[in-house]
Structures are given as C-alpha cells and as structure tokens.
C-alpha cells in the first residue's frame, strides 16, 4: 500500500469505480489522519425534540445496541448518510 501524507495527494475521481480502484492501492498515513481530527465544540451542536412513535424508539435503541452504539449516534448517522444520498441525486 502506498500512503498518503498530504491531501493534496488525492485526485479528484471521475467516478466510484475510479475512486474504488485508487484506495485498493492506497491508505492514509496515521500522521495524516491525526492531525485532521476535528474536536467537535459542544456549541457547535442543536438540540432538538423529535416524537417518536414508543415501539419505533424501542426498535431503534435495539439496533443500535446490537452494534454497540448509541441510539442518538446511530440516528445522526442514519440522517447523514440519507442527506448524503438526497444530495447526491440533486
């Protein structure tokens, strides 16, 4: 594998099959990943009320404690990803 130190490094990908094929050879450098974490700031965040429906919610926090997670992460990676989707056929 070659690794990658700079994120100048990275092409842009004329599509995922292209992208698919550059990380098969590829991997990030620990250093560079490292320095790129970002601490999320507790102010950086809303707080925000949803209902649910209660057997909904019981099926949710299921799910996620079979993957060891939290529910409330669980759902933003569920809303992330989604968004990521709604954006991407735009």
Known sequence: MTPIV???EIPEFADE???ARFWEVHELDGRLMATSVHEV????STTIT???DPR???RIKRIARSRFLNYQSM????????MEDELRKQ
């Open 56 to 58: 909904m919610l019981s």
């Open 75 to 82: 759902m933003k990676q569920w809303l992330a990803e989604r």
């Open 6 to 8: 700079r994120w100048s």
């Open 50 to 52: 949803l209902r649910f």
């Open 41 to 44: 700031d507790a102010r950086e």
């Open 17 to 19: 099959a292209a992208e």
